[in-house]
């Protein structure tokens, strides 16, 4: 299955629904209130758009209709960070990897863990 393209802010309402679905549309909008000022008609845009990408699904489920992700969050956040790597480094890992430990903000306990992950990687 191919994985949709989801937009910024689609993203902020597949969270929602990655977090508990199903939900309705008022759900949904009460949930992104508190960290956005959408006009519910846009968020009903963005909901409507994610079903024709067939990002979420829906059931009628008396007289409201709940939706619910068709794509797991993994496969999304897989995909976009591909899309990124292509875009931005030309497939390149290396080359990210550089400038994100060139210019990132990194903790002691963050090193630890990226060369514990390296070293993983090295015994596979």
Request: a positive charge; glycine letters at 4%.
């Amino acid at each position: 299955m191919r994985v949709p393209h989801i937009s910024d802010a689609e993203w902020d309402v597949m969270r929602i629904v990655w977090l508990q679905s199903p939900l309705t549309s008022a759900e949904i909008i009460e949930q992104l209130s508190s960290g956005k000022t959408w006009n519910p008609k846009t968020v009903r845009t963005l909901i409507s758009r994610l079903v024709q990408k067939k990002a979420l699904g829906c059931n009628k489920d008396s007289k409201e209709y709940k939706y619910f992700p068709l794509v797991e969050e993994s496969e999304c956040v897989k995909a976009e960070s591909l899309s990124f790597l292509n875009r931005i480094f030309g497939g390149s890992l290396k080359p990210m990897m550089a400038h994100f430990i060139e210019n990132g903000k990194l903790t002691p306990e963050d090193i630890l863990d990226l060369k514990a992950m390296i070293k993983e990687k090295e015994q596979k």
